[in-house]
Structures are given as C-alpha cells and as structure tokens.
C-alpha cells in the first residue's frame, strides 16, 4: 500500500470500528430513524412544492379574481410556508416536523378529541391550520375510536392496555359501499363450515353472470373482467371455461398471476372445488417449482412463467385460452405478457385473450386491445369507515403492534388484516404480536396472529383460510398480496401503515434497489376495500389524513418504468423481437433503462456489437434467472467450479432468509453465523454453509443446531437441483474446484463486475458510476473493508448498503471483462 492508502485505510478501519459500536446501539432505532429521516426529508420537499406552487399561482391569479374558498387556500399556503421557512431558518427541524402533526397532550386523554388543538394554538404551530384544513376538506367528524365507539368496554380497555400504549385515530372518510350496513351479518365460522363447496361458489357475485360471461368470451375474442376482488375471477372464471369445454382436445387454459403464493394457493384452492389431486387437472408453475402433469389442462402460473412459454411455444399453441389475471397489478412481466400476446391473438384468431383486474385501469386496457368489451362483474361491497392517526407514528411496527391489540380489546368480533412489507417485518410484528398475547394472557380473548408472504411454506399459507374458531379473533399479517390476489372471508378490520417495497431503478447509473416506500391512494383504497367484503369494516391507516392527500402519489408507477430490463431484453431478443423501440408497450419503460440494458446485454456478451443475440446469449436465455447469475453460471465452466457456483447460485435465489435469529439466543446466533465465515466474503459463506448442511445429510436438527433456517435451505437444495438439471442444455459440464475459492470467486466476477465497488478516502463508491455505498452490517466482510469487492444487490435502507458481498481482486476485472474494463495507462 503506498502511504497516503495506508492511512486512509487506517482511518476507515478506525471510523468502522466505531461504526461498528453505533451499529449495536443503533439496530433498535433504525427503523425509528429512516422513518424520521423520511419525515424530515418529506418535509423539505414539501417546502419546495409549495414555494413552487405559490410562485405558479401568484403569477396565473395575480390580476384575478379569486372566490373566498381560493383565497383562503392561498393565505393557507402562504402561512404554512413562511412557517416553514421561519422554522428552517432556526434549524429547527424538530418544530418543522410539527407543521405535520397533532399533538395530543396527555392531560386530555379520555375526553373528547376536540380538546386537542389548545395546545397547537397557544405555541402557534402550524398544526391547528392543518387541523382546520382537514376538517373542511374532509368534514371530519372527529370520533376516538376505542372510546365513544365502545364506550361500555373502555374501562377493561384500559385495564388492559397501558396508557401510553394506545394510538389516537380520527374517522375522517368513508369508502362508500353498494350493501346497506347491515343487510348481511358476517358468516359466522360455523355456518362457513357448514356450507358446501358448491353452495360458496354459487354465491360469488360472478355466478349470476356465468351464462353472460361466457357468451360474451364467445363472441369476443379479447374480452376486459372487471370485478371487486373476492368476486371470483381467478378461482370460477377458468372452471367456467373448462366446464364449457375449452380444454376439449388436450387444449390448455392458463390464468397468469404477479405472485407466487397467489398462483399455488388459488391452484389448491380450485383443485379442491373441482375435486381433484392438485397437480393432476389443476396445477400451478412457478420458477423452480412445477406442480402440473401431462393432464393438466387449468394452469395457474406467475406472469413470468407463461413469458417462459413463449420461448418453447412462441404461438402458444397448446393453449385455448389465456387469462392475463391481476393485470391492474402491472407488473414488468405482464405488461411484457401483453405486447406479445395481443400479438399472438392476430395470427391465432381461436385463441382467447382475458384480461382480469380490480376495479382500476380497464379502460386503458381495452384501448390497448383494439378496443375490445369491458365485461364488469357489480361488485358487492359494504362502505368502510376509514381512520386516520392524528400524529404520524415513527415507529410503525411498533404503532401496527399496539393498534392491533387496541382493535382486539375494544372492538366487536372480526378478524383483522395488518399490510407489512416484507418477510422480515411480519416476522417481528408477529413475534411482538404473540409476545404480548402472552403476557396479556387470560385478560383478552384468543388471538390467532398468522402471516402471510412468498416464502411462507404452503401449510401454514392454508392457515390463513380455515375459518376462526368462536370466541377468537385471528389477525393476518400480510404483504401487498392481500391487496388483491387472495381474498380471506371475515376480514372486518383492516391496518394499513402506508408502506410497501418498491423496486426502483436509476437507469443513469444502472443501480436498482429496493426500498421501503409509502404506498399509493390507490393502493391505499384498495386495503382499505378488504374491510367491507362480508360486512360493514373500519380500516385504520396509521398517518394522517394530510399525509393520505399530500404524500401519497395517485397509482403506482408501472414496474415497467422502475427496474432494470436485462432478463426481459434478453428473453425478447430470444424471441426474435429486435426492435425494442417499437415493441407494442402499454407503458413504454424509459429509454435510457432500454439502452442500459442492450449496453449490459453486450458487456456480458449476451448480445453482439449489432445487438444481436450470441450463443451464449441464447444459453443466458435458457437459464431462468437474472442475465448476471446466468453469466456466472455459464463463466463456471471456463473456471472448472459448476458446482459451487450452483450451491452460490441457488443460496442467493433464497438470499437473506438463511440465518436466524431468536430473541432469546442472539449470541449463539451470531457465534453460529460467524462460524461459517471463511476468507473471501459472503459468497463463500454460503456455499460453506450449504455444503456443511448437504454434508449432515440434509439434515434438519443440523439446522436447528446451528441457527440456519431449513426451510430456506430446502428451498435452495430445489433450486439447485433444478438449475443442475438445465446444466446440459446450456453445455456446461459438473465440475468441482477443489477447494480453490479463487476458482470460485472469479467466476462469479464474471457475472457480477457490473457490481463492484471500490474502497476509496471517503469509503465504497460503485467502480463505474461513484456512487457512494457502504457494506451491509450482518455482512462476513463488516469489519474488513476490502480494497475491492462485489456486491450482490443494493438495499436503500438508512442508507445505500450492498448486501452479500465478495472480496475481489482489481486484476480480475481485466480478466473477466476486458471489454468493460481497461487497464489504467
Ligand atoms: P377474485 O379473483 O375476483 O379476487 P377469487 O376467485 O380469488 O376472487 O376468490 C373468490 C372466493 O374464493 C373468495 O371468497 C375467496 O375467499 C375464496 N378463496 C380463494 N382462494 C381460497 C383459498 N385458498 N382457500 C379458501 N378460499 C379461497
Ligand atoms: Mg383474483
């Protein structure tokens, strides 16, 4: 190292070091803080807005005349901002966060909420306007809820919960329905059970319009559903067909879904309706998991899947009808799903095209489709009254946590739907959940607390189904997936903190990340709708009402324009489509992601310098992973360690769910975890892992032992042995490296030197594009600071950090891409 290197070297050694004990101290708070920092950060940009707002209507309405309703919104806008100026110029960003915010002084708990605002008004916060605003806009009808609304159970409630432990929420809406309140009591779990099969199917709101529907898809050969969901769409509309006899003659029927748990657990369920072994006449197909057979005619499978179809069957021809399910959904792959199948239809004037989604868009999509019929399926929906927290929580599994209980004690029988994000918070917020039941013991009533989400194995994914037993209440916690795709009867409440994880990609730099992000109003609405599905419901969104109007973005950006397009620029090329440009997009995604994405293609070697697809482009295409992992795959073979790099690969299809970690055990955990670590990175803990796992004969007490998840291990001992079982076609042989990691490593180079960083003054920077990143902290190479590395993905949390990351050599850059990488002269 020359000198200068060295201490900077030192330096960052000492700085992590330090980092390192703010990191334990730290954990607790994070989430608290990147939801201040959110707050904070939201709170800026709101300034900016509005000042350009104002500086747009003082120059449009200068000379006009305003009504007395506009001129109030301007004095309103103005005030807020010379507040918000005032307070950003005194640096006070505690008080700026308080032009978002509702205070509610201790002294005034337990009286009615209009008490609140005494305080707002005598420190002259900008709160007291936003009150105002609200309630003209919204005709609030302030109600505490857990107070008025069960007023004959607030003393238990208070018995039971701490004071400081509840959350104050004000109805301010109501998402209107088309069932009076009370025409239908919810069904209770025994009347459910008494039902027959049958009965329920006969009672979806599509039933009655069966004969209708399926003379329209006669007529028609493109054909737009729309219905609320839970109306029967997915599970009835293909049954219909096959009972009309469009899979006569061995044709097939496939119904498309985003997600996984959606296309396994509505395949169950319709196998169980139609009386048959799932697998045999009903079947799903997911990556890495095939569960259909030569009979198969009803085939429920991801959007990707049936993408995959298309490269042994570009004309589908095998299939009768497809049904594009979910489509409001617009995930990359169906909107990819559209431009190809809207093809296909052209020359296969049989083929029958529907297209199903919630009640959002299908105007779009008809006009897409040469505008073909929208076919609408009324709904059967009873109004929501919608809650809104007075103060944003910082915490918000925390707030999650407290309302559920909060709902549990002080409101009448119904179940209850908590939206979370991701595995990893539904895991907490379910621990927390049983954690305190615990504790509360006898003082409350039975709550069952079961989650929802992709790598849910699929027995307990059932368990969301089966009725609740009487007298308990059961709780599911749930990703986006309840949003639309699986309906749970008897959901009366529903919990929404705003949040989801989005994908989002900066195609200047190429980077794609995954962030936590507030979710949209129609995605909002949405949730809230779960409430009403059996009956009157309350949906409680855990921000504010000014939050809910200002904040939130109208719909969801299509993922289209928000991720990196290599897999599917790739797999086009594969089909023969060369021009992207013109490809039939509904949402044309960013040009530049096109053209990143053609330049990666070409540097991975998937593509010539004519944009045409190689031979190891084709093989790339084979493989059903990102083109990165495929590249890595195939480059095994030069370095003669396929079956590491397998064990790599499928470890880091199941990424992040291997280790765990018990409340209880933290330090045996992570003893266990830093046992695995070998020189060289996170890669090679993984294999290292896998391999001590393979070597106890798979073995589930060994997970046990060593804090290793075996669910996720079986999962990757699946993927592995299928992206083994695609070795041949893409002509690369089983070989082992013999313990020569160096062999390993540069493999994986190959495919990832996209995605390297380098150690700098100032800590990582991405090699091409200097971006500033930072080593994950459950990383194996935390406390080392490699001069160079590679990193798997980019997670934006509180900051940028790269998540299982490699130490590399600069050297092997030149090696593995010397196209992408020149020697400095
Ligand atoms: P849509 O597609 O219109 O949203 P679905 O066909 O998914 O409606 O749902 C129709 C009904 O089937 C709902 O009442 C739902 O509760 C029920 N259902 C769907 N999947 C399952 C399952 N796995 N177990 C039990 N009931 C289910
Ligand atoms: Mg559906």
Same mark, same amino acid.
């Given at each position: ?7 900077a ?21 994070l ?10 950060k ?46 950003r ?34 420190s002259?916060?900008p709160?007291?306007?936003?009150r ?14 857990g107070?008025?609304?069960?007023a ?28 009076e309140?009370s ?18 199917r ?32 997915t ?9 009309e ?36 006449e ?46 409001h959904e ?18 296969r ?5 529907? =297209? ?9 999509f ?37 309302s ?11 179940d209850?739907?908590v ?29 069952? =607390? ?13 368990r ?17 997936i ?53 009956a ?12 809910y ?22 797999l ?5 489509i060369?021009?992207?440009m ?66 790599v ?8 769910s ?8 933290? =330090? ?28 106890s ?51 994986i ?42 990193y ?7 900051k940028?950090?790269?998540?299982q ?21």
């Open positions: 190292l020359e000198r200068s290197d060295k201490k070297y030192e330096e960052a050694q000492k700085r992590l070091k330090m980092a390192e004990e703010d990191r334990k101290a730290m954990v607790p708070e989430r608290k803080k990147s939801r201040r920092e959110y707050l904070a939201r709170e800026r940009e709101k300034l900016e807005d509005l000042e350009a707002e104002l500086a747009d209507e003082e120059v449009l309405f200068g000379d006009v005349e305003l009504s007395r309703h506009e001129r109030r919104e301007l004095k309103y806008k103005r005030r807020v901002r010379d507040l918000a100026r005032e307070y110029a005194a640096g006070e960003q505690e008080k700026l966060e308080a032009t978002n915010r509702y205070h509610m002084p201790k002294e005034t708990r337990g009286q009615p909420a209009r008490a609140v605002d005494v305080v707002e008004e005598e002259g916060a709160g007291e306007e936003q105002r605003w609200e309630e003209a806009r919204l005709g609030a009808a302030s109600l505490k809820f107070a008025r609304d069960a004959a159970q607030e003393p238990k409630y208070q018995l039971v919960l701490e004071e400081d432990e509840t959350i104050e929420f004000v109805r301010a809406a109501q998402l209107q329905g088309d069932e309140p025409s239908v009591p919810p069904p209770s779990a025994q009347a459910q059970q008494k039902e027959s099969i049958q009965a329920v006969r009672s979806l709101p599509v039933f009655p319009f069966r004969e209708e529907l399926l003379a329209a898809i006669a007529s028609h050969q493109v054909l737009i559903i729309e219905g609320e969901t839970g109306s029967g769409k599970t009835q509309i293909p049954q219909y067909l096959f009972e006899g469009y899979t006569k003659k061995g044709m097939k029927i496939a119904c498309t879904q985003p997600r996984r748990v959606a296309a396994m657990s509505v395949a169950a369920r319709v196998a169980r309706e139609m009386g048959v072994k799932l697998g045999n009903v079947g799903y197909s997911i990556r890495f998991e095939d569960c259909t057979s030569e009979r198969t005619v009803l085939r429920y499978m991801t959007d990707g899947m049936l993408l995959r179809e298309f490269l042994s069957e570009p004309d589908l021809a095998s299939y009768s009808v497809v049904m594009v399910d979910e489509a617009r995930t990359l792959h169906t909107d990819i799903l559209f431009g190809l199948i809207k093809d296909v239809a052209r020359f004037p049989e083929l029958k095209v529907l =297209v199903a989604s919630a009640t959002l868009d299908t105007a779009r008809s006009t897409f489709f040469d505008d073909a019929p929208v076919f609408r399926i009324p709904g059967r929906r009873f109004p929501v009254d919608i809650f809104y927290t007075k103060a944003p929580e910082a915490d918000y599994l925390e707030a999650c946590v407290v559920v209980l909060q709902i549990h004690v002080t409101q009448p029988p119904g209850i739907l939206f979370l994000t991701g595995q990893e918070e539904i895991e907490a917020a379910c621990e927390m959940l049983q954690d305190r039941c615990r504790r509360l013991g006898s003082k409350i009533r039975e709550l069952l =607390v079961l989650p929802i989400y992709a790598n849910l194995p699929s027995d307990m994914q059932a969301i189904f089966q009725p609740t037993p009487p007298g308990a209440r059961k709780v599911v916690v749930a990703t986006n309840a949003e639309t795709s699986l309906t749970i009867e008897g959901i009366i409440y529903v919990l929404d903190p705003g949040f989801c994880k989005q994908k989002s990609y900066n195609p200047r730099t190429g980077m794609e990340s995954l962030t936590v992000t507030p979710c949209s109003k129609a995605s909002a609405n949405q949730r809230a709708g779960r409430a009403g599905r059996v009157a419901g309350k949906c409680f969104r855990l921000y504010t009402a000014w939050a109007q200002h904040e939130l973005e109208e719909t969801t950006v299509p993922e289209i324009q928000r991720t990196s397009l290599g897999n599917v620029v790739l086009l090329k594969s089909l023969g060369h021009d992207l013109h490809f039939d997009f509904l949402d044309p995604p960013p040009y530049e992601t096109l053209l990143l994405a053609l330049e990666q293609l070409y540097a991975l070697g998937a593509l010539n310098h004519l944009g045409e697809l190689t031979t190891s482009g084709r093989k790339m295409a084979e493989l059903p992973v990102d083109p990165m992992l495929s590249k890595m795959i195939l480059a095994s073979e030069k370095y003669s360690c396929s079956e590491e790099i397998l064990t690969a499928a470890m880091l299809s199941v990424n992040n291997i280790f765990y970690r018990p409340k209880d055990k933290v =330090v045996h955990a992570d003893n266990a975890r830093v046992n695995f670590f070998l020189p060289g990175g996170d890669h090679l803990v993984l294999l290292n892992v896998y391999t001590q796992w393979a070597e004969g798979y073995s589930s007490q060994w997970c046990y032992e060593n804090f290793v998840q075996f669910r996720s291990m079986r999962r990757a001992r699946d993927v592995r042995e299928q992206l083994e079982g695609l070795l041949e076609r893409v002509e690369v042989g089983l070989t082992s490296c013999q313990g020569d990691y160096i062999r390993v490593r540069k493999a180079t190959s495919g990832y030197f996209y995605h390297t960083a380098r150690l700098t003054r100032s800590g990582y920077r991405t090699v091409k594009q200097q971006q500033t990143v930072f080593i994950h902290p459950n990383s194996s190479l935390f406390e080392q600071q490699p001069r160079w590395l590679l798997h993905e980019l997670v934006l949390t509180t940028e950090f790269m998540r990351v490699l130490e590399i050599e600069s050297s092997w850059l030149l090696e593995v891409a010397p196209h992408y990488y020149k020697a400095k002269e």
